[in-house]
């Protein structure tokens, strides 16, 4: 075991690790808000809306992610758009991203109370006001610790990014092990990143998670 | 543009292959998850926390890494996996991690009441376990198990990093031969969807089967 | 119950028929399907964006690969570098695989690659003249004690997706099996990990990595192939330039270094086979 190498190749690792986390953090974002407006569109938007966006759901549910990566980077080039590595790999990733938060979303709408929704039309509140006021806020002890949960979903599927030949975390660590030769090493140094990317987030997402339960519990009683 | 027709044989031998290493690694991971969960349960300290240690470095490492440990980097120290093998004991490592939450949540569904009612009428642990709490825990198991299955389906798809010819990677050999790779992909995507629709509306099927013999 | 049952089988009945509509409607042959033939010349778009962008398979040397400061290195980044010079514009390097080369090039992603002259990929893409003269051999365990082709016609034989390595192994050996990667580095250490008893790639880079790791041993070559620049395809003003761009470096030096051979011998660590020469 030459740990030299591996403390040689450190900057090239920790470059790789910055490219995972700022994809990680740009897919949510963008992921989020698209949820968002599907959530918002399927609620809000009437029956045939709330099919069309389910089916999309579905498909990119029904799909694995590392296929959805290879037919945005290799699929744009039909429209015409020459997309690189990194835009394709966030555009994948958001896309994912949102169908599976828009469910998320909609779980913790459907776990607040009808009565919630009703009390709120009927005084005189807009569907889309009730909607953002009265009833995502309520949902917001479900949503965030599963939120949360995703965004570590998200950090380790950054790898899947391997196969665009993005220099993310993944591809840095075969890259280096073609070079010196040095597998086992090398990938157990790229496991021990991403453990200590995850692990903290995951304790962080339990404790929140009994944090909101309390809060949560407190709040239905009203 | 019937080039699912035209390449039907490959195809369907990758989609077999997929549905095979997806079935191997649920049943495999089922064990090994359910040996978890039980360790975790366990009185001696140091198999308790040798249980939650596993689950969490395999919850929080990706499945890919995972992969290339298992092919690229156990040859290292003697351990040599085709690439089938290596996909299908990464994805079953994977899955026993996961899977081991999910036992132990169904363990503890199990409502004491029933536990006490089966004492009460001298069921012996044999015939409580089978009668009483087998039952009730697949029943609040089901849904995540199928869930996880499928899942499993869809992950499959990383052997294609390591040259297993499940479904993507003979799609990605067509395409490197043929360059039609907008069909191609259009109807990769397509064969899951079908499959995962078909899976999740079987389960659904099976778990209302299952539901008659308890209403 | 009932609702959903329906609306899973009416989403499940869309899937199929969007799908349907999608095979039947789509141009066959994907984004090749549409007229080729850009109104604009590649060579313009280069000069135009002041920018040369170089489709390079990074994965092994000879080729190219990255070093410890994560820089690409090799033959073709430095050939590919003479080329922007002349053109007087910046090179960008873009990493493919293999297998990605020529829908790169189709949908204009990259300018030019490089890649084996095959009559199947001629109707794809364009070659303008060759760069280099390789081959396809295979190289196994020293110690597995294999001396010919005979005694692989039933083994497993490792090869990059599509390259030239592959449909060679696939097409002299159908009986063995083809364990395919992205990579040819990844495809080499099967062999050295025992799980592939043989690669099948190019000359070069079998020869360059059995010199760094004495455990392999190259066989004689299988094939000659004349490996020239990807262009895209009936691209006739951006073949014309990149000929001439290759007869200046290998031969004239009037308009670049005219030092071709020399960057060959640097790279391949031996006398380069002629580029142009009697079958």
């Avoid at chain 1, 599907?38 to 694995?64: C, Q």
């Avoid at chain 2, 470095?57 to 290596?86: E, H, K």
């Avoid at chain 3, 005979?150 to 060679?168: E, M, N, P, W």
Wanted: net charge positive; charged share 15%.
């Amino acid at each position: 075991m030459d740990w030299a190498l591996i403390v040689a190749n450190l900057p090239l690792l920790l470059r790789g690790t910055l490219t995972t986390i700022e994809l990680a953090l740009v897919a949510f974002v963008s992921g989020t808000a698209l949820g968002l407006a599907i959530t918002a569109g399927r609620t809000l938007g009437g029956r045939d809306a709330n099919l069309l966006l389910g089916f999309v759901v579905d498909v990119v549910r029904g799909s694995p992610l590392l296929v959805q990566l290879l037919v945005i980077y290799l699929g744009a080039s039909a429209i015409g758009l020459s997309l690189g590595p990194f835009t394709a790999a966030v555009l994948g990733l958001s896309i994912n991203a949102a169908a599976y938060l828009s469910e998320i979303f909609r779980g913790g709408i459907g776990s607040v109370t009808h009565g919630q929704t009703e009390a709120g039309l009927s005084i005189g509140l807009t569907p889309t006001q009730v909607l953002g006021e009265v009833v995502l806020p309520q949902s917001l002890p479900v949503i965030v610790p599963a939120m949360m949960g995703f965004f570590i979903g998200l950090l380790k599927d950054t790898s899947l990014a391997y196969v665009l030949g993005l220099l993310e975390l993944t591809r840095v660590g075969k890259n280096v092990m073609d070079r010196t030769f040095q597998p086992f090493e090398m990938l157990l140094v790229v496991a021990a990143i991403y453990f200590l990317l995850c692990f903290p987030l995951a304790q962080l997402v339990r404790v929140t998670d009994a944090r909101m339960r309390a809060r949560g519990l407190a709040q239905a009683h009203v | 543009m019937s080039i699912l027709l035209e390449y039907a044989e490959v195809f369907a031998a990758g989609l077999a292959l997929t549905l095979l290493i997806a079935m191997s690694a649920s049943f495999g991971g089922a064990l090994v998850g359910l040996l978890t969960a039980i360790a975790r349960m366990s009185r001696l300290t140091p198999v308790r926390w040798l249980a939650a240690g596993y689950v969490d470095v395999i919850r929080n490492t990706p499945g890919l890494v995972q992969l290339f440990l298992i092919y690229l980097g156990l040859p290292v120290i003697g351990i040599r996996f085709s690439p089938l093998m290596a996909l299908i004991v990464a994805l079953t490592i994977n899955n026993s991690a996961y899977l081991a939450e999910v036992f132990r949540a169904g363990l503890q569904a199990v409502p004491k009441g029933q536990l006490e009612a089966a004492a009460s009428i001298a069921l012996t642990r044999r015939a409580t376990f089978v009668e009483v709490v087998a039952p009730h825990m697949l029943r609040a198991m089901y849904p995540a198990l199928t869930n996880q299955f499928i899942q499993t389906v869809l992950f499959s798809s990383i052997g294609t990093v390591v040259g297993v010819e499940e479904l993507t990677q003979v799609t990605l050999i067509l395409e490197s031969r043929t360059y039609r790779t907008v069909e191609l992909l259009t109807v990769l995507t397509a064969l899951y969807v079908v499959l995962t629709f078909a899976l999740a509306a079987g389960s659904r099927w099976l778990g209302a089967q299952l539901e008659k013999g308890y209403r | 119950m009932q609702s959903r049952w329906a609306s899973n089988l009416l989403v499940l009945i869309l899937a199929v028929a969007i799908t349907y509509g999608l095979m039947k409607y789509m141009p066959p042959g994907g984004s090749a399907g549409n007229a080729p033939a850009a109104p604009q010349s590649t060579l313009d778009r280069v000069v135009a964006t002041k920018t040369l962008r170089f489709g390079i398979p990074i994965g092994d040397l000879p080729v190219a690969i990255r070093d410890e400061k994560g820089q690409v290195v090799g033959l073709v980044p430095d050939i590919a570098a003479e080329m922007a010079k002349a053109l007087k514009v910046n090179l960008e390097i873009v990493e493919t695989t293999a297998p990605n080369r020529i829908p790169f090039l189709q949908a204009g992603k990259i300018d030019a690659s490089i890649g084996t002259i095959t009559l199947e990929r001629a109707k794809s893409v364009g070659f303008a003249g060759v760069w280099v003269v390789d081959g396809t051999t295979m190289a196994v365990l020293a110690v597995s004690g294999i001396k010919d082709y005979d005694g692989l016609k039933t083994k497993t034989i490792a090869a990059v997706t599509g390259a030239t390595g592959d449909l060679v192994a696939s097409k002299h050996f159908p009986n063995a099996k083809i364990l395919r990667f992205d990579q040819p580095v990844t495809a080499i250490q099967a062999v050295l990990q025992k799980q592939a008893d043989a690669v099948s790639d190019d000359i070069s880079t079998l020869y360059l990595a059995a010199e760094k790791n004495k455990a392999l041993k190259v066989l004689p070559p299988l094939t000659r192939e004349p490996s020239g620049v990807m262009v895209p395809l009936g691209d006739q003003k951006w073949i014309n330039w990149v000929n001439y761009f290759l007869d200046d470096f290998y031969g004239s030096g009037v308009s670049t270094c005219g030092c071709g051979k020399e960057v060959l011998r640097k790279w391949l660590k031996g006398e380069p086979q002629p580029l142009r020469f009697n079958y």
